[in-house]
């Protein structure tokens, strides 16, 4: 009954979360706002009625948390508003965080988490063995939580990029043996693909038509970003443009040195696999094969055991 209670617990402070997330995110729902207002058959014409059509999260709940995160950020660290900037452009600036809405939805998370772990402890689980553990898994996920989000982000980025890098790169190489430019390959490559890498890429080539230098964009990609083999493709690019090698055989290079770093993580996590399917097999297989097996043999030795005992 006790398990019982925690798992309903925690399955009503994971949906609490979530209903949060979807309050405090920048792009929660605006895609069906976006939608609903392509429906709207007519606008409204006074000041008060176009006031009043907008939805009331974007009235009240937005700015109110754009003020809040605005006062926050005036008292936290320069330094810690700085890395979590970093943290939040290398996953892909998820909702259109910035580190001042980032930092208040951490609070928010943190304090969801600590009222949950009070509630748990002094109410459904109170003197029991479970109190305390499950209150601070709760409080612990709620701290935490927001953090995760982000480190999985970034891993989910890095491993796109390393997965269309070889292909982006051979493009590059057939666009400047063709004739083109590095940028004009770029170019080429920005229409022709999608994803994380070309987005990058789209970045990178506004920021030299602003005027940044082709070397000091590339660096900056490869900050922004922080994956090994993007950092690998800048430095080889750079070195090659001082050097005067030329470009085209030093990405071509650079992509075989990708794929074949490619191929080994392949290998390195196929070797884990047998270890991952260990506990899952013991846990979860093996008992069913078990019953399924043995679970007859089992009732008919008991029928024979009670014949034989006069039962």
């Given at each position: 009954?006790?398990?019982?209670?925690v798992?309903?617990?925690?399955?009503?402070?994971?949906?609490?979360?979530?209903?949060v997330s979807a309050?405090?995110?920048?792009?929660?729902?605006?895609?069906?706002?976006?939608r609903?207002?392509d429906l709207r058959?007519?606008?409204p014409?006074?000041?008060?009625?176009?006031l009043?059509?907008?939805p009331?999260f974007d009235?009240l709940v937005?700015?109110?948390?754009?003020r809040?995160?605005?006062?926050v950020?005036n008292r936290?660290?320069?330094?810690?508003?700085?890395?979590?900037?970093?943290?939040?452009?290398?996953?892909?600036r998820?909702?259109?965080f910035?580190?001042?809405?980032f930092?208040?939805?951490?609070?928010v998370?943190?304090?969801?988490?600590?009222?949950?772990?009070y509630?748990?402890?002094?109410?459904?689980l109170?003197?029991?063995?479970y109190?305390?553990?499950?209150?601070?898994f709760?409080a612990l996920?709620?701290?935490?939580?927001?953090?995760y989000?982000v480190?999985?982000?970034?891993?989910?980025?890095?491993?796109e990029?390393?997965?269309?890098l070889?292909?982006?790169?051979?493009l590059l190489?057939v666009?400047i043996?063709?004739?083109?430019?590095?940028?004009?390959?770029?170019?080429?490559v920005?229409?022709?693909?999608k994803?994380v890498?070309v987005?990058?890429?789209?970045r990178?080539?506004?920021?030299?038509?602003?005027?940044?230098s082709?070397?000091?964009?590339?660096e900056?990609?490869?900050?922004?970003?922080?994956?090994?083999?993007?950092?690998?493709?800048v430095?080889?690019?750079?070195?090659?443009?001082?050097?005067?090698?030329?470009?085209?055989?030093a990405?071509r290079?650079?992509?075989?040195?990708?794929?074949?770093?490619?191929?080994?993580q392949?290998?390195?996590l196929?070797?884990?696999l047998?270890l991952?399917?260990?506990?899952?097999?013991?846990l979860f297989?093996?008992p069913?094969?078990?019953?399924?097996?043995?679970?007859?043999g089992?009732?008919?030795?008991?029928?024979i055991?009670?014949v034989?005992?006069?039962e």
């Amino acid at each position: 009954m006790e398990f019982l209670i925690v798992m309903i617990s925690l399955l009503v402070f994971l949906d609490i979360l979530l209903l949060v997330s979807a309050l405090v995110t920048e792009g929660g729902r605006g895609k069906i706002e976006r939608r609903r207002d392509d429906l709207r058959p007519e606008k409204p014409s006074s000041s008060v009625a176009r006031l009043l059509a907008v939805p009331f999260f974007d009235r009240l709940v937005r700015p109110a948390l754009r003020r809040t995160a605005s006062s926050v950020g005036n008292r936290v660290p320069r330094d810690y508003l700085a890395a979590t900037e970093v943290e939040l452009e290398r996953a892909g600036r998820p909702f259109g965080f910035t580190a001042e809405t980032f930092i208040v939805f951490r609070i928010v998370f943190g304090v969801a988490g600590l009222a949950a772990a009070y509630w748990i402890i002094t109410g459904p689980l109170r003197g029991s063995i479970y109190g305390v553990p499950a209150a601070g898994f709760l409080a612990l996920v709620g701290l935490m939580l927001p953090l995760y989000f982000v480190q999985k982000g970034i891993e989910r980025r890095h491993a796109e990029i390393r997965k269309t890098l070889p292909d982006v790169i051979d493009l590059l190489v057939v666009s400047i043996e063709a004739g083109a430019g590095l940028d004009g390959a770029l170019a080429e490559v920005v229409q022709r693909k999608k994803g994380v890498l070309v987005d990058e890429f789209t970045r990178l080539l506004g920021a030299m038509r602003v005027g940044t230098s082709r070397r000091r964009a590339w660096e900056e990609m490869a900050e922004r970003v922080d994956e090994d083999s993007l950092s690998a493709l800048v430095a080889s690019l750079v070195q090659a443009e001082e050097v005067g090698v030329s470009i085209g055989k030093a990405l071509r290079a650079q992509a075989e040195t990708v794929r074949v770093s490619r191929s080994l993580q392949v290998r390195e996590l196929a070797a884990t696999l047998p270890l991952k399917m260990l506990f899952p097999l013991i846990l979860f297989i093996l008992p069913t094969l078990f019953v399924v097996l043995l679970g007859p043999g089992l009732l008919g030795l008991t029928d024979i055991l009670a014949v034989l005992t006069g039962e």
